[in-house]
């Protein structure tokens, strides 16, 4: 396999530091509000990752941070914890309000086909590990007290921008909302490791530490329970690209100086999601969620597709038509996998082998996943026998998750509801829609009764919406013009 590693700028072949596990580390939320929809499309790009190294063979330990402090409005060290913000937005406890956007973050993955990561561990959890290596950075001089709080000394690297050769004088090159400067830092660059109430009297969670009452920063947390969890080296490590700088940035610098050798091996960035004004933030007000989906009638798992059709390092405009046409080619393609009868002949190996090394190799070069999609078109035009192309699909779905045999198989039981159901032998064939099944089932039903005028306005009704009805003998069949 080859992943493009955002340190080095190529793509490299994938050698994990240890044969027998991979271990991967993925930025969680911060969980001050829900995810939208370009904050998710990192997590299935990630969640794609992790299911190709299983179907691949390898053993996989993948672990997830989730932010309950320290991350503040600004990227870098400044403005309010945005749990904080949270609580205030809503009159509830921090802990409250983490808990339950924690609870709606992973019904979103659910809703998605997300797998939940083997670790999944707060921020607040790990308080002595942060103690731990901060001290050790103390002691190793890369670290000092300023002001009441603790900053890492990024003077004392040989490298800082990993990323990005960044001029050191700009650091405002690639930070979300510029950075403010901190008089008690020495250098522009340097971060927090430790906050105190010197600089948050009203911060909400605080905790004893050798220098003072406080709470840790942001960057220090990923480092802390990556270590905790996976050990002193790291294989992958994935987030959107927008945590690239600062947030990896430093935890590699924390991470190398406190360790003495290197960390992680492979970063994977995700790129983000626009629309046609731009990134999507929350801040802008352009939340789009999971429910606002549901609610506008999309199949969470269409949002998925239309994620999949394109490569994770391109920007993904998103636009309501581009989702009505994943919408559209998701119905499709359930619809065409529906009309497979499953237990038609043996499985043909020798095709089913042939169908899946391409399937991995498409995917194996940096997750292609718009090939990936492809291969189930390839799979649907085979020769073969429809229990071999079932059996595949099912095979890459374990990969590129889009429910497709459950689908299928409730549209097939959908299709014969609407079929046995029908009054007085009336049989309605068409693609396999249970909606448009049900409507030119009535209007069968209306033209039987001479309620001419209620067959005509159904008549109408699925022509506007794209459908041409056709009379047979045995009721009625339909297709989408």
Not at 19 to 40: Q, R, S
Not at 43 to 52: S, T
Not at 223 to 240: N, T, V, Y
Request: some cysteine; charged content about 25%; hydrophobic content about 35%.
């Amino acid at each position: 396999m080859y992943l493009y590693n955002s340190a080095s700028h190529k793509k490299e072949e994938f050698i994990p530091n240890h044969p027998e596990l991979v271990k991967m580390y993925t930025c969680g939320p911060t969980v001050y509000h829900f995810a939208h929809i370009g904050n998710l499309r990192s997590y299935i790009m990630e969640d794609v990752l992790e299911k190709f190294l299983r179907y691949e063979g390898r053993n996989v330990k993948r672990v997830m941070n989730i932010t309950d402090v320290g991350h503040l409005s600004s990227d870098a060290d400044t403005g309010e914890d945005k749990m904080l913000q949270g609580a205030k937005r809503e009159q509830k406890s921090v802990m409250d309000i983490a808990a339950f956007y924690t609870g709606a973050f992973f019904d979103d993955c659910r809703k998605l086909n997300i797998k939940r990561p083997d670790v999944v561990e707060p921020a607040t959890n790990c308080i002595g590990e942060y103690i731990h290596i901060i001290s050790g950075l103390i002691e190793k001089g890369y670290a000092y007290l300023s002001g009441g709080n603790v900053y890492f000394d990024t003077s004392k690297l040989d490298r800082y921008y990993i990323f990005n050769d960044h001029d050191a004088e700009d650091l405002a090159v690639g930070v979300r909302e510029g950075v403010e400067e901190d008089a008690n830092k020495r250098n522009k660059n340097d971060f927090v490791l430790w906050f105190t109430q010197s600089k948050f009297e009203d911060q909400a969670l605080k905790w004893d530490s050798p220098w003072g009452v406080g709470y840790p920063g942001w960057h220090i947390e990923c480092s802390g329970i990556s270590m905790k969890h996976l050990g002193e080296d790291l294989d992958i490590h994935c987030g959107g690209i927008d945590n690239a700088f600062p947030h990896h940035t430093n935890e590699i610098a924390q991470s190398e100086a406190f360790l003495g050798h290197k960390w992680c091996n492979y970063w994977m960035h995700v790129l983000h999601l626009n629309t046609n004004s731009g990134k999507m933030s929350k801040s802008k007000g352009e939340f789009l969620t999971v429910s606002l989906l549901e609610e506008k009638g999309y199949d969470p798992l269409a949002y998925r597709l239309f994620c999949l059709q394109s490569h994770y390092r391109k920007a993904l405009v998103f636009t309501w038509e581009n989702l009505d046409n994943a919408q559209g080619a998701y119905s499709k393609l359930i619809a065409r996998i529906a009309s497979l009868k499953p237990g038609d002949g043996a499985v043909d190996e020798a095709a089913f082998q042939v169908q899946k090394e391409k399937f991995c190799k498409a995917m194996g070069n940096d997750l292609n996943t718009s090939l990936g999609v492809t291969a189930l078109y390839d799979v649907l035009k085979m020769p073969s026998n429809d229990e071999t192309k079932l059996a595949l699909l099912d095979s890459f779905d374990q990969v590129l998750s889009l429910g497709l045999l459950e689908k299928a198989a409730a549209r097939r039981e959908a299709d014969a509801n609407v079929k046995t159901a029908a009054s007085g032998g009336i049989v309605i064939t068409g693609e396999g829609d249970p909606e448009i099944d049900a409507l030119v089932l009535q209007r069968a039903e209306a033209k039987k009764a001479k309620n001419f005028a209620e067959a005509d306005r159904i008549r109408d009704e699925l022509k506007a919406r794209g459908i041409t009805v056709a009379d047979t003998r045995e009721g009625a069949s339909w297709k989408r013009d």
